[in-house]
């Protein structure tokens, strides 16, 4: 943050206004969230403009919230405070708003299982975010042989009934976005990254690398109109990829289809066969600690269901967990923007055992990384939601007053140590 009465950066040592400047700190701190989650709302509803459907409401708040991070317009903590918690109300809208129309447009997703690894022939590639880039790619491959695999956060992309009406979306490969590098330099076939979680690409695979969208990389082809002849042809004069399958992993547990086991859950909840939900889940990152996460869900009690999205699912989604009378111990709910079916769950449980959401035996430990998740965790917070933990470590641009604050009315938490974690929370 810049200070333009000192024409220093605000709350160095040449700041001198501390009458202006003397909560910059924590100011600063509260701005730079509000433009993090601005990010990650913005995404949300672009997903969903291009799908037609919008929200005024959101559009308002995006350009009230931006003019309040401008200088000398606003240096009070209470009102940026309140800032961020309808933050995170927009973001809920922008959530539901991208909900609604991925429904509308390629069905409710419902579980299914995925095969890892490849098969026999040329292959293309998805990664990202944006479904309707894929939906476009699987029309114009049809009958052209090519097989296409999901990556990264598109893996959910399987389970949408529209997406698997083409029998040449195949399966996924591949894992979360900060492994691409490898990934991509060892996939044979064309790639297309779509949004956001694109990395730039090694020499080895730069000439395979398409972009689409707001992804755009030096080196890379971009993709306008969501025309990929170049893909295409690209896909078919590389070799064959080999057979290769992996494992099978299962998505596309979305609040719809899990809400209609609602009788069997609660049921087991009273009868004491489930004892505790996680939720475990959020954006990946190549931090060492986040072997956290894998070792996290590994411990739990055979008794607990974990409910997770977005790439964190990527460090545990291939373990078999098994099942609590039919019901799956792992439900992997989707994207991040999937976090509104977490949410919609977690009240309709309330509303069922007619409780507050904090008295669920229902617990969040949450992988942040980037923009979107700092826009979910808002959105946590304006529901009133307590005692989340999130790691691998505190964001940096949260000051120890603002942390404070966070603890105090929220008791967030960082992670400590699976086991340490686990015992304080089932006691």
């Known amino acids: 943050m810049f200070c333009y009465q000192c024409e220093q950066a605000a709350g160095g040592t040449g700041c001198t206004k501390v009458g202006v400047c003397g909560k910059n700190q924590d100011i600063a701190s509260l701005q730079d969230t509000l433009i993090i989650a601005l990010k990650g709302i913005s995404a949300y509803a672009y997903h969903a403009r291009e799908l037609g459907a919008a929200d005024e409401k959101i559009d308002a708040f995006l350009a009230e919230a931006l003019f309040s991070t401008l200088t000398n317009v606003n240096f009070n903590l209470e009102s940026h405070i309140g800032l961020l918690l309808k933050a995170g109300e927009m973001n809920l809208r922008a959530m539901e708003l991208l909900d609604n129309a991925h429904v509308e447009r390629f069905g409710t997703p419902e579980p299914t299982k995925v095969q890892i690894g490849t098969k026999a022939g040329p292959g293309i590639i998805v990664s990202g975010h944006d479904l309707l880039d894929l939906y476009e790619l699987l029309k114009q491959t049809e009958g052209k ?61 730069k000439d395979r690398l398409f972009t689409c969208g707001v992804a755009d990389v030096p080196g890379a082809v971009h993709i306008s109109n969501r025309d990929f002849t170049p893909v295409i042809e690209k896909a078919l ?61 590994q411990k739990l009690p055979q008794d607990c269901v974990v409910l997770t999205l977005g790439c964190g699912k990527y460090r545990f989604n291939y373990l078999e967990l098994g099942d609590i009378d039919g019901i799956p111990r792992l439900l992997d709910l989707g994207q991040c923007n999937n976090a509104y079916s977490a949410i919609q769950i977690a009240l309709a449980l309330a509303e069922a055992f007619d409780c507050g959401v904090n008295d669920l035996p229902l617990s969040m430990v949450l992988s942040w990384f980037e923009q979107k998740a700092v826009s979910i965790l808002l959105t946590l917070l304006h529901l009133g939601i307590k005692n989340i933990r999130i790691g691998p470590s505190l964001p940096a641009f949260i000051t120890p007053n603002v942390l404070k604050v966070l603890q105090d009315n929220y008791n967030i938490q960082p992670i400590t140590t699976p086991e340490e974690d686990i015992k304080a929370i089932l006691g």
Not at 161 to 187: C, I, M, S
Not at 270 to 297: M, Q, W
């Open 145 to 205: 042989g090519i097989n296409v695999y999901t990556h990264g956060e598109m893996l959910p992309a399987l389970a949408y009934p529209e997406l698997k009406k083409f029998p040449h979306l195949v399966g996924n490969y591949g894992t979360a976005w900060q492994n691409q590098r490898k990934e991509f330099d060892n996939f044979p076939g064309a790639i297309l990254a779509t949004t956001n979680c694109v990395l730039i690409p090694k020499e080895s695979y």
């Open 237 to 297: 004069s590389l070799p064959s990829l080999p057979d290769n399958p992996g494992p099978t992993t299962m998505t596309g547990f979305h609040h719809k289809p899990v809400l209609s086991l609602a009788d069997k859950i609660i049921e087991a909840v009273k009868s004491g066969k489930i004892r505790h939900f996680f939720l475990v889940g959020g954006c990946d990152g190549s931090k060492a600690s986040r072997s956290y996460y894998t070792e996290f869900v």
